[in-house]
Nanobody, 119 residues
């Protein structure tokens, strides 16, 4: 099982980025997929939940990204996406993709991708 994030980078305030999470070793459509972020100075245990994708009809966004971020998936490519618009400096963080089985028995993390939003 492997998750590989990409798409991070430096962007200006109000800009956009699209993050990708390529999954291998399992069909992500059978898992609960999430994006988390770890802001500067925070520990791993303090990662914030950004969005949970249980199915196309069951998505939960954190309040601080509602209306700005959109999650989507491509089952054929086994890839999850996070479209981030209207980015703010407080969105600066390392963004992580997470996959878990629906019974919480197994949890997998990617290595993260850095997003920096300049003011």
């Amino acid at each position: 099982v492997q998750l590989v994030e990409s798409g991070g980078g430096l962007v200006q305030f109000g800009g956009s980025l699209r993050l990708s999470c390529a999954a291998s070793g399992f069909p992500f459509s059978n898992y609960v997929m999430s994006w988390y972020r770890q802001t500067p100075g925070k520990e791993r245990e303090e990662r914030e939940l950004v969005v949970v994708f249980r199915s196309a009809d069951d998505i939960t966004y954190a309040d601080f990204v509602k209306g700005r971020f959109t999650i989507s998936g491509d089952s054929a490519k086994n890839t999850l996406f996070l479209q981030m618009n209207n980015l703010k400096p407080e969105d600066t963080a390392v963004y992580y993709c997470r996959a878990r089985t629906r019974d919480f028995e197994n949890i997998y993390w990617g290595q993260g991708t850095q997003v920096v939003v300049a003011s």
